[in-house]
């Protein structure tokens, strides 16, 4: 089975551009058409309203970006309806020639840790949910990390280790200096050794890291201090990252990083500027002008 | 509504011990009864085998011990036919009397925790999983666990965040010092302020904290750090802490700490001492005993 890595490097260069569409689900966001006559209490019907939405993404987005991020907590906050759907979701991403990294951000140790990493990661064939990737929290330690490497690894999947989060509270702990070193760079250390450890003869491991676009300075530093794990870089956009800030992260093949765009595009006919052009009624027009302008973007920024 | 930390004293109280039992169901450890014509690879059937056991399980403690922890990842593990099982056993819990302590370990940040917060916490007609605490990783910091605080304490719900974890792996960074002091400790601090600020007139307030009984010298530090925080311990039995190591956990009263037992209770049919006494086909005569054995345990080291 190819790797992780591999696959990615390759729809990366397929698709000439590093955008991660997120698929963040929220009742209140979507356009009128998919919640007209819906009861906010039936979570079925909600949950069959966010598929209706994520399948009309993804038929969008899947000639023009290489990869979706569904946050896993929106269908969560559904039940098992959601969790349906979810699935549902990750397998017409996948169909449609799209990578699918989960966003779980789960963590557990050793055989507990086993059987997330083999409900979420692999072909639909060898696992429920079937992911590509999955985004993994470091809070428990080596043998927590590890786990989700091995199966990752043995599906020819991938993980990404939370290291510097986007949001302002991301200080609190990650920040926190022993012996000279911020927290998130012992856990940058980690996934550097363990991406180095999987990437064989590729450029790139299959263990990445998620280092937020709001911290441009950390992410400069992060990406030298991991040269060879792909970062998922969350907080363009919306969260006020901007093109110049995720330069430093992409190599000179603009490869080596993913910028995640969830709202922004998602959600693109709302925003002031297509709003009056597409609004509701032609949402799906607002997504593909949403992802293509952030796609020229980062063309624009590609060293 | 009653807070979850009155509502927990309560319970702790009327079943004079401080013992919760973790549901972790795993095909293989199961009684041979519940397995026997089952397929491992057809998940729905492992589902309903994994039911039975759970609610088994639940309908043996249930008189017994104040709080259940079903282990999320081996329901997710199964995909969702595993969800619509883990709503299933959280409803029958709850309707047997018990607490229900969610082991979900998520953590987000914003609306997407909030997501996560009202899927999981409060009680079943304003939740889709219907627990009574959920628990939360703090590697994202304070603007991810205080929207996590803020649903659970409306819903008369809790959460427990991690803070000294039981596996050796938990010192990776949970260990690494700043300032004189391990990272553990910083989230000690945060968990122990807002203890304080939801215990209104109680002893102990509604946001809790998980420390690993095989750390037994930094379980009485982080004891004496947040006194009024609910201690979850698990590394009881299997993972090699004993009855000495929680006793400095209790308060006189015999309150403030939840001390976890998963395999060794449910899978006691398996126990040396009792698997030619009762084996597969008694095995919830085996689970009584082995929950009752750990009850004794706990009321010789009550202060």
Same mark, same amino acid.
């Given at each position: ?17 590093p955008?991660?569409?997120?698929? %963040? ?7 009128? @058409?998919?919640?007209?006559? =819906?009861?906010?209490? /039936?979570?079925? *019907? ?12 993804? /038929?969008? !987005?899947?000639?023009?970006? +290489?990869? !979706? ?7 969560? &906050? #559904? ?5 349906? !759907? ?11 020639? #799209?990578?699918?990294? #989960?966003?779980?951000?789960?963590? /557990?140790?050793?055989?507990? *840790?086993?059987? $997330? ?18 985004t993994?929290?470091p809070?428990? @330690? %080596?043998?927590?990390?590890? +786990?989700?490497?091995? =199966? ?7 993980i990404f280790v939370l290291v510097k989060t986007s949001n302002?509270?991301g200080a609190?702990f990650q920040d926190l200096v022993?012996?000279q070193q911020p927290v998130y760079r012992y856990v940058a250390d980690w996934v550097q050794r363990q991406a180095a ?7 790139y491991g299959?263990v990445g890291a998620v280092v937020g676009a709001t911290w441009p300075e950390q992410l400069a530093e992060l990406r030298q201090a991991m040269p060879q794990a792909w970062l998922l870089v969350p907080g363009f956009?919306? &969260? @006020?990252g901007?093109?110049?800030d995720v330069r430093g992260a992409l190599d &000179?093949?603009?490869l080596g990083a993913l910028i995640n ?12 500027? $297509? ?5 509701? *009624? ?7 002008? *949403?992802? #293509?302008?952030?796609?020229? &973007? ?6």
């Amino acid at each position: 089975m190819e790797s992780f890595s591999k696959r990615l490097t390759d729809a990366v260069l397929r698709r000439q551009n590093p955008v991660v569409v997120g698929l %963040d689900p929220r009742f209140t966001s979507l356009p009128v @058409g998919l919640t007209e006559g =819906v009861d906010e209490r /039936d979570r079925s *019907a909600v949950a069959a309203a966010y598929l209706e939405f994520c399948r009309g993404v993804i /038929d969008v !987005v899947a000639p023009l970006v +290489p990869a !979706v991020k569904p946050q896993a907590a929106f269908f969560e &906050q #559904l039940g098992p309806a959601g969790m349906t !759907v979810l699935e549902a979701t990750v397998r017409y991403a996948r169909e449609k020639g #799209l990578l699918v990294i #989960l966003d779980g951000k789960r963590n /557990d140790i050793g055989s507990t *840790a086993i059987a $997330y990493a083999e409900g979420y990661l692999g072909p639909p064939d060898s696992s429920s949910w079937g992911a590509d990737a999955l985004t993994v929290s470091p809070y428990l @330690g %080596d043998d927590s990390l590890t +786990p989700f490497m091995d =199966v990752a690894v043995a599906r020819g999947a991938g993980i990404f280790v939370l290291v510097k989060t986007s949001n302002p509270g991301g200080a609190t702990f990650q920040d926190l200096v022993a012996q000279q070193q911020p927290v998130y760079r012992y856990v940058a250390d980690w996934v550097q050794r363990q991406a180095a450890a999987t990437a064989g003869t590729d450029r790139y491991g299959c263990v990445g890291a998620v280092v937020g676009a709001t911290w441009p300075e950390q992410l400069a530093e992060l990406r030298q201090a991991m040269p060879q794990a792909w970062l998922l870089v969350p907080g363009f956009g919306s &969260q @006020g990252g901007g093109p110049e800030d995720v330069r430093g992260a992409l190599d &000179q093949g603009g490869l080596g990083a993913l910028i995640n765009s969830s709202r922004a595009i998602i959600f693109a006919h709302s925003r002031p500027e $297509y709003k009056d052009q597409y609004g509701d *009624a032609q949402w799906q027009r607002a997504v593909e002008e *949403a992802a #293509l302008e952030m796609i020229e &973007q980062m063309r624009a920024v590609i060293p």
